[in-house]
């Protein structure tokens, strides 16, 4: 107990007999300068709720503060937002591929996980989290055998396990209690991982390359905080008169000054010339570094660098591509990732070959209103292609009413379907 006094702030002499009534353990957290600046925020033992304030708010402040880069905000904003405003479909494994609206695991991840976040929301945190520690966790709520709510777990305050053929999950309440929970009970998304128990946060392996981002911003502050930042300077040779500087002045400082008196011609007196300040190599590189920075930082979340609005290619059809391109190598995995473990965690062995969660990515993919009509065209069997879709599958996509027609349900042939003549009307 003396050790534990000793660790927790008690006593630091321990050869000393205890005398009068014994004192809770208090920890006092005391800055890391010379023993006499002021002593630090004190707290009454471990089940202190103050305490425990305290290191959710530091915890919180180290985990948002990678954020204050803006590279990494960027790439972490655009991965976290796409998760989150993508719908997460249950649909049956048939030929219908129609949704799975009567299972509770629909409801759940497609339109009210819980009573106070929306599915935007819960997918968005969840995503963070799995980005920051490689591991999100939310409690199911189950009851009568359905499971009825997600509750998202805090970052740090579980710890996973693997017991037999089975996960095992401690959770840490606000209190300090110990809760312990079954596979059944958990939703846990995973990064890569390499003892398939907990993954490997994002964050946390490109924390160099953030840091170091983070440092040439602070360098490029400092530079506009301190640096001289002018222009340019006027040389003159010799001194100038009171008169002659405050005419010079006054004129450098109202006639020439502000955007309506651009590219406006100077009268330079007694002699004086303006000689321009140039970029010197150094501005350069220090340039050249921050962009070299930023790169990394995108290579880590696996966004392009346009996406970071970085222009390194013309608008069009190279961006269009960029785009598809982080859609593929840099989204489709957590669609993956999200995918199976939903279907771990809310269908049983005899449900995962009658249905399957699926991301409808096609909402990221779309095109203009031009190159998505002539894809619908050709998939409706125009132009002599062999149709793939029915007239009210492509309604559907375009967010439109079902057509009553009856012809609307099957596939048509494009050489014997009739479409109204384009000759103008014959006349009385």
């Not at 006499?36 to 290191?55: H, S």
């Not at 708010?57 to 655009?78: H, I, K, P, Q």
């Not at 907990?198 to 400092?222: Q, T, V, Y």
């Not at 379907?417 to 014959?426: F, I, R, T, W, Y």
Request: aromatic content about 8%; glycine content about 8%.
């Amino acid at each position: 107990m003396k050790l534990l006094d000793r660790l927790l702030g008690g006593s630091a002499d321990e050869s000393a007999p205890e005398a009068g009534p014994r004192l809770e353990p208090t920890i006092a957290l005391e800055s890391a300068q010379a023993s006499a600046q002021p002593r630090g925020q004190a707290f009454r033992g471990l089940d202190d709720p103050a305490l425990l304030e305290y290191i959710r708010s530091g915890d919180y402040n180290g985990r948002v503060e990678s954020l204050r880069n803006m590279a990494a905000l960027r790439c972490v904003s655009l991965i976290v937002t796409s998760l989150g405003m993508l719908p997460l479909n249950l649909i049956r494994n048939d030929a219908s591929k129609a949704p799975a609206k009567d299972h509770p695991g629909y409801r759940l991840m497609k339109l009210k996980p819980n009573g106070w976040q929306t599915p935007f929301e819960f997918k968005s945190m969840m995503q963070l989290h799995v980005l920051q520690q490689g591991n999100a966790y939310a409690r199911v709520i189950w009851s009568a055998g359905r499971p009825i709510a997600l509750v998202p777990m805090a970052l740090g305050s579980v710890k996973a396990e693997l017991v037999g053929w089975e996960m095992r999950y401690t959770y840490t309440r606000p209190d300090g209690q110990q809760v312990k929970l079954s596979q059944k009970e958990v939703f846990h998304l995973r990064d890569i991982t390499i003892d398939g128990v907990e993954g490997l946060g994002r964050m946390k392996l490109a924390r160099d390359a953030i840091s170091l981002a983070r440092d040439a911003e602070r360098a490029a502050g400092r530079v506009f905080r301190t640096g001289n930042l002018a222009g340019g300077a006027v040389e003159v040779p010799k001194a100038l008169s009171d008169t002659a500087y405050g005419r010079m002045r006054n004129s450098l400082d109202t006639d020439f000054a502000g955007a309506e008196n651009a590219e406006r011609w100077m009268l330079l007196e007694e002699g004086a010339k303006a000689n321009k300040f140039k970029v010197t190599a150094a501005e350069a590189q220090h340039i050249e570094n921050r962009n070299a920075q930023i790169e990394e930082v995108a290579r880590a979340f696996g966004v392009p660098r346009p996406l970071l609005m970085m222009d390194d290619t013309s608008w069009g059809s190279g961006i269009e591509q960029l785009g598809i391109f982080f859609v593929q190598y840099g989204l489709q995995f957590w669609f993956t990732a999200w995918e199976q473990a939903a279907m771990r965690a809310f269908l049983t062995d005899e449900e995962l070959d009658e249905l399957a969660y699926k991301f409808n990515e096609r909402a990221l993919m779309r095109g203009t209103l031009k190159d998505q009509a002539d894809y619908f065209a050709k998939a409706s069997g125009a132009g002599g292609h062999a149709p793939w879709m029915w007239q009210n599958e492509i309604r559907d996509l375009s967010d439109l009413p079902a057509s009553d027609d009856p012809q609307a349900n099957k596939l048509r042939d494009p050489i014997t379907q009739k479409g109204k003549p384009n000759e103008p009307a014959a006349t009385a």
